[in-house]
């Protein structure tokens, strides 16, 4: 079975200005999210920021992120890191306070050869009953998961779909086609202006960074392109663009967790080594909210 079809946002994580969680934010920001037609909600990925959270407060994010949910949506937890013991904790952890699934990335740093990047996610696998997301990032992890790979680390029985965020297209097509035959095998668009091109390829949604802001519209998105209406999808695809580069204008997530700030009218903490972003980068994002019609 799918995880889910549609839109999943991959939610920011609210600190206070001592770097502590802001838990009373983060639950308003669930609520709202599944208000406005959210999908599925991911807690603790590379927008949430998860890798400076400590194991304690990666869980008790989850954990919170789950009972404001309430089982409403499905809940993804984040839990890839590039040491497989420390992954599994976390994994086992996320199922242990009610997580629905998880998404895993690869390796980073250290990396891994085929086999060991199979026995990475095949030990994953074997530690939770939870269906797994495979997560595909080059960009931050200098670590690609081909096609080929794709549909060997399938055959493990609880991974049932990958966030493409290779940005290559022509990749992306080879993985649809190799496994067209695999109906519960799901793709997930991770780039937020490739969201069209993947799900006219056969995914099966997005894992997006602009529904923290756009949730609604996200969601429009995806049900019309779901539904076979790619004329009103493209209008909504094309009408982001903008945003989607101001919003990426600096490192992930930066501008994004800026932009959530501006538009509920809220403080922005990052732990480092994020920082505030430049003035010009919050007047670029003022400008595009501002267009797009997102008033604070």
Known sequence: MKIFEGSAVALVTPFFADGSVDFKQLEELTEWQVSQGTDAIVACGTTGEASTLT???????????VKKVDGRIPVIAGTGVNDTNHA????????????????????????ANEDGLFMHYEKIAQSVKLPILLYSVASRTNFNIPPHMVKRLA???????IKEASGDISQIATIAQIMAEE????I???????????????????????ANIAPKATSELTKRLLAGDYERARQLQLAQIPLIHAIFSEVNPIPVKKAVGL???????????????????????????????LEG
């Open 263 to 293: 538009l509920k009218g809220t403080e922005t903490h990052y732990r480092l080594p994020l920082s505030q972003p430049s003035e010009a980068t919050v007047a670029r994002l003022e400008k595009e909210m501002q267009a797009y019609g």
């Open 88 to 111: 599994i904790e976390l994994s086992t952890g996320a199922e242990r306070v009610g997580a629905d699934a998880l998404l895993v990335v690869t390796p980073y740093y250290n990396k």
């Open 55 to 65: 194991n304690d407060e990666h869980i008790a994010v989850i954990e919170a992120v």
């Open 183 to 186: 109906q519960n095998f799901a």
């Open 155 to 161: 055959t493990i029985p609880n991974i049932v779909g």
């Open 188 to 210: 997930y668009s991770g780039n937020d202006d490739q969201v069209l091109a993947i799900t006219a390829l056969g995914g099966s949604g997005t894992i997006s960074t602009i």
